[in-house]
């Protein structure tokens, strides 16, 4: 059972996240890159009742971690500290941000896979990637409210896709397994899924 969600980025996404998290109930940690007393003020104003930590804190007592940070800077995540962990990656490659793709991840496979190999004993699962902040934060309603927006999920493991898809539902979306993580691709950057705050149906039509 999740009771814990670890976040790994304060920023955008990541408080957002944490806001979500705690109106569901969640105990969240969460971490910036450095000391948690930068952020404690931020979080205890923007999420209250998450608890600002350690990036080592926030991965180890995650029952599920989520990734907020820019994808260019995975290489600075514990990665001792989430071996045997099931791993949310949100993060997509942002030029602006990360500078050329291929100075990052490879060009022949989706990022979530660069990092799956870059975490070999955490389990990813790409999810929470494609819709802004903005709509994460607008969009989110209890379950069965009309004009729900949905939320993708690609991975390998089944029991982590429906894990991921029960959480992605207590957060106030409706969730869509679209496949293995190859499948990923079609959230990233420039493929049809990126950017969707759509129904769960249109979205099925556009990441099939
Ligand atoms: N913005 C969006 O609407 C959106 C939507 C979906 C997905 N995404 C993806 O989500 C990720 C975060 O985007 P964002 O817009 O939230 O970025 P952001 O506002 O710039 O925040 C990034 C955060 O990551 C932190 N960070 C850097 N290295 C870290 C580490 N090793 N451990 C923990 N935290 C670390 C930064 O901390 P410091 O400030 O201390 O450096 C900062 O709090 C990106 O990969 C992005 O592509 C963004």
């Known amino acids: 059972m999740i009771k814990t969600i670890g976040i790994l980025g304060a920023g955008k996404v990541g408080v957002t996240l944490a806001q979500l998290a705690r109106k569901a109930g969640y105990e969240v940690v969460i971490a910036g890159s450095g000391d948690p007393a930068k952020i404690a003020l931020s979080i205890k104003v923007l999420a209250p009742g998450a608890h600002a930590v350690a990036k080592e804190e926030a991965a180890l007592r995650g029952d599920i971690v989520i990734l ?90 089944k029991e982590d896709t429906e894990t991921v898809a029960h959480l992605v539902n207590t957060l106030g979306f409706d969730p869509l397994i679209i496949g293995v993580l190859k499948k990923g691709r079609q959230l990233e950057p420039g493929n049809p899924g990126f950017g969707a705050s759509i129904s769960r149906e249109d979205l099925h039509l556009r990441t099939r």
């Open 68 to 157: 907020a940070l820019p994808l260019s800077k995975y290489a600075t995540i514990p990665k001792d500290a989430l071996k045997g962990k099931l791993v949310i990656d949100s993060m997509n490659h942002w030029h602006e941000v990360d500078g050329p793709r291929e100075d990052t991840i490879p060009e022949d496979i989706t990022s979530s896979e660069h990092l799956q190999s870059f975490l070999p004993e955490s389990r990813v699962v790409k999810a929470l990637s494609h819709m802004g902040y903005h709509e994460l934060h607008d969009h989110a309603k209890p379950k069965g409210s009309d004009g729900r927006k949905a939320i993708a999920i690609a991975g390998d493991i």
